[in-house]
């Protein structure tokens, strides 16, 4: 699988193209909002948590369809019957709406606290049953992280971007543990998932939105190891990631250490918030 590389054009061709783009880039946002409205208005009306997350899923796929972003999944059959945690590389704003177009509806989000703060997107995420989780203050924290294992024990399976953030360059952060200790925990298997396109699609450099493929490739399980949570979700932690690392075929930003890459604007500045 090829890596997912930066598009390069000349300064004419960008000028040539800007019009377009920013007509796309209109397009696109005024989509977005409309499906937004239809989403917050399905959460609102429609009962039931699966109906709300099936509205989300469909809804998703129409933005991603109209917007151009060609959506493929694949390996959708290497998610088990039962309860799992999926793990997955985060690239993009948009990571989190391509799962919930690619994904069966019983999976809930583990989401940084930060979003719940945001107009509407905070309440939607709710209505579709996310969980939301601090990563700066260690004492709420550590109650988030109860509540996450404790609907874990209970047989929800989740979704986490275990970096906690992206880089405006390609490339692997170190994982956090919440994910791993979860899954240890709630005896459930490790899903590692793949999405490419989605930085090319929407830049974390501020570049205006743009169509293209984008794919999610779905790994084989791996069962939590035997052994304590403090020795198994370390073991866990690491083969989802080398397996991540391996199809995602970007660089391991952690190769040189277990701590922020060089400074280098955003890229550090997110690092440094990825090991807080």
Known sequence: MRQELPHRTSPLRTLVLLPLRLAYALYAAALFLLVGLTASLAARLLPGLERRRRAARTLARAFLRGAGMRLTVRAL????????????????????????AALPPRFAFVIKREMAGVPLAGWFLRRIGSEFVERFDRKRGAADALRVLRN??????????????????????????????????????????????????????????????????????????HGTPAHSAPLLRARARAAILATLCEPDLTCCADSAPPLHTERARSARESSS
């Open 152 to 225: 874990a024990a209970n047989g929800h399976s989740l979704v986490f971007f275990p970096e906690g953030t992206f880089t405006t360059e390609p490339g692997l952060l170190k994982f956090h543990a919440g994910a791993f200790t979860t899954a240890v925990r709630a005896g459930c298997p490790i899903v590692p998932a793949v999405v490419r396109g989605t930085r090319t699609a929407l830049s974390p450099r501020g570049n205006l939105p743009r169509p293209g493929r984008i794919e999610v490739s779905i790994l084989p399980p791996i069962p939590p190891p």
């Open 77 to 100: 059959d290497h998610l088990p019957q039962g309860q799992c945690v999926i793990v997955a590389n985060h690239a993009s704003y948009l990571d989190g709406l391509v799962f919930t």
